[in-house]
């Protein structure tokens, strides 16, 4: 087994897990969905293809840097008649920052990562909108779980948002991560994708579990080290 480390970063990102008609809303974090949709783009796989492998996969992400919740109203026209559409109003995650992973069998794991490194289709973020900033790829981690690859990966926030935070030689990051069948005080999300199929789009629930992990900040501003001892000026042995 092996874990796809993923690196989603950009100046907006929108990943709902609800968002229909003329709201459309976004969570704080990315979906299951929209991850697994991404990776099948990569790979060329059409709407109405088969996702179960993608869907059995464990899926995670980790928030390195929120980002900041903006608001934007969108308005269109009928092409045919000029009639005015319903006005649009669409949220989006702005200068946020997350690692995702995905874990499962080495060969399909393998593949994705070919994909993401030469993508059949651009990737985006959630939305068409929403191009990536960085690199998505990450790298393959091996012999080590999901929480464990999350836990250990450096932290990928900017670095303006390092330095803002250089009092802290280490942060403390929220994780979402697939909870167990059954396990208790979990929560649950409708954003397991069983048919991308625009006739027929089809979500199944799954279960979720927030936790935290501690890595270092490379900006951590480090304590001045006096060129001589201070206190030899009073003396004493």
Not at 17 to 32: I, L, Q, Y
Not at 144 to 154: F, G, I, K
Not at 172 to 188: F, K, M, N, V, Y
Not at 212 to 231: G, I, K, Q, S
Request: hydrophobic content about 40%; glycine content about 8%.
């Amino acid at each position: 087994m092996s874990v796809l480390l993923l690196q989603l970063a950009g100046p907006l990102q929108a990943w709902g897990s609800a968002a229909r008609f003329a709201r459309r809303t976004t969570e704080n974090a990315p979906t299951k969905s929209g991850v697994l949709g991404l990776l099948a783009a990569a790979q060329g796989r059409e709407r109405t293809s088969d996702l179960s492998d993608l869907a059995a996969l464990r899926f995670g992400v980790r928030l390195d840097q929120p980002g900041t919740r903006v608001r934007d109203y969108q308005t269109a026209r009928h092409l045919d008649t000029g009639a005015a559409m319903p006005v649009s109003e669409r949220f989006y995650l702005a200068d946020a920052v997350f690692v995702a992973a995905v874990k499962g069998e080495d060969a399909l794991i393998g593949e994705l990562h070919r994909a993401v490194r030469a993508p059949e289709f651009l990737p985006y973020l959630g939305r068409r909108s929403c191009p990536p900033a960085r690199p998505i790829d990450i790298g393959v981690r091996t012999g080590m779980d999901l929480e464990e690859a999350l836990a250990v990966e450096e932290w990928r926030a900017s670095t303006w948002y390092q330095r803002s935070r250089a009092r802290q030689a280490t942060v403390t990051l929220t994780t979402l991560i697939d909870a167990a069948p059954g396990a208790t005080g979990a929560d649950s999300r409708r954003d397991l994708p069983l048919s991308f199929d625009p006739l027929h789009r089809r979500y199944a629930l799954r279960g979720l579990r927030t936790d935290t992990v501690e890595v270092a900040n490379p900006r951590a501003r480090r304590p001045a080290v006096p060129a001589h001892d201070p206190t030899s000026l009073l003396g004493g042995d």
